[in-house]
């Protein structure tokens, strides 16, 4: 990261940014904190304590009626003045009434409402934990409050499991949520494996109530209309409010005690996740969706991916926001002030303070400028020099390379341009050499055929059947050396034709053998046909076969030619081991290729024999032909040689995909085209 150029800017833009916020921030801090104090007055603790008390009143009762005795009650505890008012600012209860008292300020304290949890204030009176992640106060359980009756059944039930447990030397406690459901909390210190053991019956603690039952059917609802009218199907929402299995087991020292005044409980965690294995009947952890998460299996769900997730989570929020509306208070505005009525006094922008302002605004100006000036001039240097290079290129000049100063954007910049020059300067290089091969190509046979011609005019030559073959001879090859050219043009131009049919390899490969047997034979070369490794038959293949043919036989050619009497060329086809394609190797025993000129072999005009001699090299063309018509059929060709040993010479085409692997030559009519 030194060396990048984007992280030496980010560094500098980072630099000018913090001392950008770092004047500021001096500057708001010196200018408002006096104001700061005289409104707050006391610290953030003390002010969440007064919105929490007042959170817990409207989780737990329909309207604000009869708060004139709590809010007076915190007002002597904290020394404040404190007054809740509708979102409209009608009165609700004030600490100051009776008596006269000034107008309460424009900017409200907080705003009250369980079903909307200020998560700063709440963070910070419950250490982080005071509310769940849809900001409805947990205090607020609506339809989910059990009758005397469910409480004294549960907490009954709960108070055997704690008996059992301690019988197992599990120390734990009975603890009360806010809808009164009886939770048992495993006391620090002892291993939640121990649980598993146990024979401790709990299966009421996790039975949900008629009370909740009916509570919950009513949820269900609300959240399946909110889904319906998404498009969604509808889900099954369980007591903890997760829409697949149970909520994931935790250590027992893991679960959480109730926070001060808001105790834990089951159905106002959001919608769990699906877990990885049961929890501990009666052991319950509090646990809300991840975003994203993706809802178990077993119920009915309209889940499967994570926006599903989120249309589900938000419904259910949604549909417990309306079913506890009519439970809990409206929304009122929090007001906590001085019992002075004092009022904040504005941001008192004087002339010392705009001085201040405008001198580090110029700094931070002047800090900006001179960085942007030093890191410009460094990045337009390297670019100026690539600039001059790339139009001396384009004169037609020699380029020199270009200077790589650094190991960066810049840097990488220059060397990528250095490799294009040089790249550039071989296809140059490598143009003049092909016109001048295709010239040499073309005049040897031209002449020779000229020459015996102008020889039988002069009547030194005699017209015999001899003389006529070697001359039909020349033009058979003449003809191989334009025909091969035109090969080459269409590949380039993307205009070479292909006829795909259903092949049988191992048959084209035969004729292949065949085709130039006679040739080996001449040459004393074993040519042969083997068959391929065991487990691997080569797949269905469609493709070209006059063009594979052609392929395969300039390797077989190539092969015959530079193999010594008594050497051996095969051909072998068999399958990938992904089973995705078909391998065709043609493999000699002859003199192999030096491995600097390995790299070489399918250039045209190409050969190992830099004589040009016939009778141990052709055109030059056969392998650059035979890698174009396999790059036409979408497949590639490599070479692999050792000097002294012999080559092999690697086609590999893509199979029929519609062909599972190892099909092998099947019957040709199931096949489908698809090149």
């Not at 996740?273 to 509090?286: F, I, L, M, T, Y």
């Not at 178990?296 to 589900?312: F, H, K, M």
């Not at 030194?460 to 050219?485: M, T």
């Not at 193999?563 to 992904?578: H, K, N």
Request: include cysteine; aromatic fraction near 4%; glycine fraction near 10%.
């Amino acid at each position: 990261m030194r060396k990048s150029l984007f992280a030496r800017l980010l560094a500098v833009s980072a630099l000018v940014a913090a001392c950008s916020v770092a004047a500021t921030a001096w500057l708001a801090v010196q200018t408002t904190s006096g104001a700061i104090r005289q409104e707050q007055g006391q610290n953030l603790t003390a002010d969440a304590r007064i919105y929490q008390r007042l959170l817990g009143y409207a989780a737990a009762h329909p309207t604000w009626d009869g708060v004139e005795e709590t809010v007076r009650e915190l007002a002597e505890q904290s020394g404040r003045r404190i007054a809740l008012t509708t979102q409209g600012r009608a009165p609700l209860a004030d600490s100051a009434a009776p008596e006269p008292a000034t107008a309460l300020p424009a900017q409200a304290s907080a705003v009250v409402d369980p079903l909307a949890v200020d998560t700063a204030l709440s963070a910070e009176s419950a250490g982080g934990s005071g509310t769940t992640t849809d900001r409805v106060d947990p205090r607020a359980v609506g339809p989910f409050r059990l009758p005397a009756s469910e409480r004294t059944r549960l907490r009954k039930a709960a108070d055997r499991s704690v008996a059992c447990l301690s019988g197992f030397g599990i120390a734990s406690d009975v603890v009360a949520g806010a809808s009164g459901r009886p939770l048992i909390q495993v006391v620090g210190g002892n291993d939640p494996e121990r649980l598993q053991g146990t024979r401790c019956a709990v299966d009421a603690l996790d039975t949900p109530t008629a009370t909740e039952e009916k509570a919950l059917k009513a949820l269900n609802q609300l959240a399946d209309a909110c889904l319906k009218r998404q498009g969604r199907e509808g889900v099954q929402l369980k007591l903890g409010l997760s829409w697949g299995q149970a909520a994931d087991p935790v250590p027992a020292e893991a679960v959480p005690m109730p926070a001060e005044g808001y105790p834990s409980l089951p159905p106002t965690a959001e919608p769990s996740v699906a877990p990885s294995s049961a929890p501990e009947p009666g052991v319950r952890e509090e646990r809300t969706a991840a975003p994203g998460a993706t809802p178990s299996s077993g119920y009915q769900q309209a889940a499967g991916n994570s926006e599903d997730d989120r249309a589900i989570a938000s419904c259910v929020g949604t549909a417990r926001r309306e079913q506890l509306s009519s439970y809990v208070a409206s929304p009122a505005l929090l007001f906590i002030g001085d019992t002075g009525g004092a009022t904040v006094p504005g941001f008192d922008l004087s002339p010392a303070n705009t001085a201040r302002i405008a001198g580090a605004a110029a700094l931070v100006l002047a800090l900006t400028v001179g960085a942007s000036v030093l890191v410009g001039a460094r990045l337009v240097r390297p670019l100026r020099a690539l600039t001059g290079a790339a139009q001396r290129m384009r004169d037609g000049e020699d380029t020199a390379p270009v200077v790589v100063a650094a190991d960066n954007e810049i840097g990488r910049l220059a060397a990528a341009f250095n490799d294009m020059s040089a790249h550039r300067a071989r296809l140059e290089a490598q143009r003049k050499a092909m016109v001048s091969d295709v010239a040499h190509e073309l005049r040897t046979p031209l002449s020779n055929i000229r020459g015996w011609l102008e020889a039988a005019q002069d009547g030194v030559a005699e017209p015999d059947p001899a003389f006529i073959a070697f001359l039909h001879d020349e033009a058979v090859q003449l003809q191989h050396i334009i025909d091969d050219l035109q090969d080459l043009a269409q590949a380039d131009a993307d205009a070479l034709r292909l006829h795909p049919e259903p092949v049988r390899i191992e048959e084209l490969l035969g004729q292949v053998a065949a085709a130039h047997q006679a040739r080996a034979d001449t040459a004393g070369v074993v040519l042969s046909v083997q068959a391929p490794p065991p487990g691997r038959p080569p797949p269905a293949l469609t493709a070209d076969p006059v063009r594979l043919r052609q392929a395969v036989g300039n390797l077989v050619s190539n092969a015959v030619r530079h193999t010594p009497a008594g050497g051996e060329v095969t051909l072998r086809a068999y399958g990938s081991d992904e089973g995705d394609a078909v391998l065709v190797d043609v493999a000699d025993t002859g003199s192999g290729i030096p491995g600097d000129d390995l790299a070489h072999v399918f250039d045209r005009f190409w050969r190992g024999e830099k004589s040009r001699n016939r009778r141990t090299g052709g055109s030059g063309l056969g392998l650059a032909i035979v890698r174009k018509l396999v790059e036409a059929h979408g497949g590639t060709a490599t070479a692999a040689s050792v000097p002294g040993q012999g080559s092999v010479f690697t086609l590999r085409l893509p199979v029929d995909g519609n062909s599972p692997p190892g099909q092998g030559s099947g019957d040709p009519d199931a096949m489908t085209t698809t090149i």
